[in-house]
């Protein structure tokens, strides 16, 4: 069953392979971490077990001192046994919830193993609860490990916020829809940028704000600002919308090409385009240089982990000459990931899912300069002798856009500079 599978065209240049088998990721619980940041009166219930209790915990670290908008509703042994109804026991945490938390406006029952498999129905359950608790929406998605991988969790809960999102008319002006959460200062630069080229009335999904969501419709024109949204382009294309295909604005080249797409799409003139973006672009190849000659002919191996593995690697390839062994990925969405795979280098080894000991015996024969990896991953590499970049702070850092390609850029140099300070 593992034995890899070569793809043929049309999946560019690349050699893709798939393989299966144990994994090493988190599950799609995680997202809550840096969407309850995003979604400011937004609440996230996990209905689980003690074990994603503890997930969330560890991940958020020091988050939870402070008045957090997650928690774990923690199905026990009288719900297991039958003894308890899980639906009675869940309305009463959720309202006594509401009451306490007059701030909260939108809540998020979230799925989990456990849920699943007892077949707790938290659509219902949501549905039942959203006209009891009105105003107050309650929407609900999975973020099981049986369902969902990392960043999944973000498409599943963006997903969510689809179908509920007002409904643009079809007479309105098209407008330009930014889809995938990013940091509030990425934001505010690409719609500076979008502003400085004419496009004025972009909207952001998610907004910070439950009762700020975008309207969709027919003339909406969106692009994706993150790789992994399958379900959620799935469900605005089903609300009419459409997408620009492009690559993802990571880097200067990745940022360029993708404001271009939008550009292009609103009739925005070449000089317009160009007055626009190339100050950004400026600072973002001054502050790429100084990394180039770290990074330049390393040799980097990616852990399937995020789904951002491709832009990245596209990144590190392109902008800061990094040879690449490997490029691993949980899935390959071929037609949202088309124009980054165009961009890899020829012949650039992707793998679409895992299996961990095969993975971990290529990257220990290749001995990368670079291993890019989850946390698990992480310090048992670097016992090995390896450097490791632990691939979740890239989604709880700003790293899209211009002004952030020299940070992004810092990411990938911080532990070979680290390595190189501690054999001196
Ligand atoms: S949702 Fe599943 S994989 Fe995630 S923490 Fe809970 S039990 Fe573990």
């Given at each position: 069953m593992n034995a890899p599978l070569v793809h043929q065209p049309p999946c560019g240049g690349i050699e893709l392979r798939q393989e299966q088998g144990q994994r090493a990721v988190f599950c799609g619980l995680t997202g809550i971490v840096w969407l309850h940041r995003k979604i400011q009166d937004a609440f996230f219930l996990v209905v689980g077990s003690r074990t994603c209790a503890h997930l969330i915990q560890s991940a958020a670290g020091v988050m939870i001192f402070a008045e957090p908008r997650f928690a774990t509703a923690i199905i026990d042994e009288r719900d297991l046994a039958g003894l308890a109804d899980a639906n009675e026991e869940l309305d009463r945490v959720v309202t006594r919830l509401i009451e306490r938390r007059p701030d909260i406006k939108l809540l998020f029952l979230v799925g989990s193993c456990p849920s699943e498999v007892i077949k707790l129905d938290l659509s219902r359950a949501a549905q039942r609860l959203s006209s009891r608790l009105n105003p107050v929406r309650v929407l609900n998605y999975s973020g099981s490990g049986i369902e969902t991988t990392f960043t999944q969790g973000e498409d599943a809960c963006l997903a969510a916020l689809v179908p509920d999102l007002p409904r643009e008319a079809d007479a309105a002006a098209p407008s330009l829809l930014v889809v995938g959460a990013l940091a509030d200062v990425v934001e505010d630069q690409f719609l500076r940028m979008f502003s400085a080229m004419g496009i004025a009335d972009v909207r952001f999904l998610p907004a910070r704000r439950a009762n700020a969501m975008p309207a969709i419709g027919r003339k909406t024109r969106y692009l994706l600002?993150?790789?992994?949204?399958t379900d959620t382009a799935r469900a605005l294309e089903e609300r009419g919308a459409r997408r620009l295909p492009a690559p993802f604005p990571l880097g200067a080249e990745g940022t360029t090409s993708w404001l271009r797409a939008a550009a292009e799409t609103f009739g925005v003139s070449d000089a317009t385009f160009e007055a626009a973006t190339a100050p950004g672009r400026a600072r973002a190849e001054t502050a790429l240089a100084p990394h180039r000659e770290r990074l330049g002919g390393k040799r980097v191996f990616f852990f399937p982990d995020s789904q951002l593995e491709v832009p990245l690697a596209r990144f590190l390839a392109r902008e800061l000459g990094a040879d690449l062994v490997e490029v691993g990925t949980p899935y390959l969405h071929r037609g949202h990931l088309a124009a980054e795979i165009e961009l890899l280098p020829a012949g650039t080894r992707v793998t679409e899912g895992q299996s961990l000991d095969d993975q971990m015996d290529r990257c220990r024969a290749e001995r990368p300069d670079l291993t890019v990896c989850g946390l698990g991953l992480a310090n048992p590499l670097e016992a090995e002798g390896l450097s490791t970049k632990w691939s979740i702070e890239l989604l709880f850092?700003?790293?899209?856009?211009y002004e952030q390609a020299g940070d992004l850029a810092e990411l990938f140099v911080r532990p070979l500079r680290r390595r190189a300070l501690l054999e001196v």
């Open positions: 600002a993150q790789p992994f949204l850092t700003p790293v899209q856009g």
